[in-house]
């Protein structure tokens, strides 16, 4: 299984941005998404989930600016991201919690994707 992460870039303080997770391979279910970032210095921090009922849940510092959603035809998840701010500016990752099949058995794994910058200028 792998997981596709897409959509960071430079951005005007202010601006948007979609960022992607395309989760794909082997017969699995999806239990949740998450988005982290970690920026120059700093440690990772949990940006935003999302559970396979599609409840979701923030981080203080982006709630009200960044919203988490998936696609469940398309095992994919999305970070809206808008009135980005400098501080905003890191390496966006995306993983997900997955229940995997193996013969007739399911297994639990964890499986993150690469980063995607995001730059905020401002």
């Known amino acids: 299984v792998q997981l596709q992460a897409s959509g960071g870039g430079l951005v005007q303080a202010g601006g948007s941005l979609r960022l992607s997770c395309a989760i794909s391979g082997s017969t699995f279910i999806i239990a949740a998404i998450y988005w982290h970032r970690q920026a120059p210095g700093n440690q990772r921090e949990l940006v935003a989930s999302?559970?396979?009922?599609?409840?979701?849940n923030y981080a203080d510092s982006v709630k009200g600016r960044f919203t988490i959603s998936k696609d469940d035809a398309k095992n994919t998840g999305y970070l809206q991201m808008d009135n980005l701010k400098p501080e905003d500016t890191a390496v966006y990752y995306c993983?997900?919690?997955?229940?995997?099949?193996?013969?007739?058995?399911?297994?639990?794994?964890?499986?993150w994707g690469q980063g995607t910058l995001v730059t905020v200028s401002s």
């Open positions: 999302i559970s396979s009922g599609g409840y979701t």
């Open positions: 993983n997900a919690d997955l229940s995997v099949a193996s013969g007739s058995a399911w297994y639990p794994k964890d499986v």
